[in-house]
């Protein structure tokens, strides 16, 4: 019904600067929130940012600054533009949407996610 696909992930020094993008597809109706979280080898899935179909967007204190969400709404593409990039951000970047399938209610879907290696 909904598939999320992320790109955009690789290798990158510290530092350094990746976009991530993530596009949805499938009998989409509608898009409300999109976002992307992140899980680092041994630790838990945590939440990086989200937007709003307004253009709302909220950050995780450890990315404010450094990374900026956006989306086009047109295209059902949500993006994680990501600089001055440090080590502690490797992990896999997963792209999460708040979509509306007809009939059914709101619903979160998920993306297969993308690795993000920080290194030198």
């Known amino acids: 019904q909904v598939q999320l696909v992320e790109s955009g992930g690789g290798l990158v020094q510290p530092g350094g600067s990746l976009i991530l993008s993530c596009v949805a597809s499938g009998r989409i109706f509608s898009i409300d929130t999109m976002g992307w979280y992140r899980q680092a080898p041994g630790k838990q899935r945590e939440l990086v940012a989200t937007?709003?179909?307004?253009?709302?967007?909220n950050y995780a204190d450890s990315v404010k600054g450094r990374f900026t969400i956006s989306r086009d709404n047109a295209k059902s593409t949500v993006y994680l533009q990501m600089n001055s990039l440090k080590p502690e951000d490797t992990a896999v970047y997963y792209c999460n949407a708040d979509a509306v399938v007809i009939p059914y209610p709101r619903k979160f879907y998920w993306g297969q996610g993308t690795q993000v290696t920080v290194s030198s």
């Open positions: 937007i709003t179909s307004g253009a709302i967007t």
